[in-house]
């Protein structure tokens, strides 16, 4: 059973920075992706990023490009969420996941295992 787990989240000024971290206690082979998702208060969930578990390509949504970055490290098993510039819009429930075959979730993907979701508040 792979484990996930977020974290760094916590409150931001407006215009502030976070890095969030998912550690993954195994990547199966098979595995394609690990994503990163948010949800709001009042919102359904939305993919904003994954990161390709075997070459590490990376891709972000147009809504969050400019802003932030996912990366991993030399390992493979963290991935990270660097976000810039946060906004009040921000403010959301945080997820990793890992895409562990193609599917019709977000990015093409079909996601076996969640993290516990870790809390940004953006607010001044």
């Known amino acids: 059973q792979v484990q996930l787990v977020e974290s760094g989240g916590g409150w931001v000024q407006p215009g502030g920075s976070v890095r969030l971290s998912c550690s993954a206690s195994?990547?199966?082979?098979?595995?394609?992706?690990i994503g990163w998702f948010r949800q709001a208060p009042g919102k359904e969930r939305e993919g904003i990023a994954y990161i390709h578990t075997d070459d590490g390509w990376a891709y972000h949504d147009p809504s969050v490009k400019d802003r932030f970055t996912t990366s991993r490290d030399s390992a493979g098993n963290t991935v990270y969420l660097q976000m810039n510039g946060l906004k009040p819009e921000d403010t959301a429930v945080y997820y990793c996941?890992?895409?562990?075959?193609?599917?019709?979730?977000?990015?093409?993907?079909?996601?076996?295992?969640w993290g516990q979701g870790t809390q940004v508040t953006v607010s001044s």
């Open positions: 996941a890992l895409g562990r075959r193609y599917g019709v979730e977000f990015g093409g993907y079909e996601y076996a295992y």
């Open positions: 195994e990547i199966p082979l098979e595995s394609k992706a």
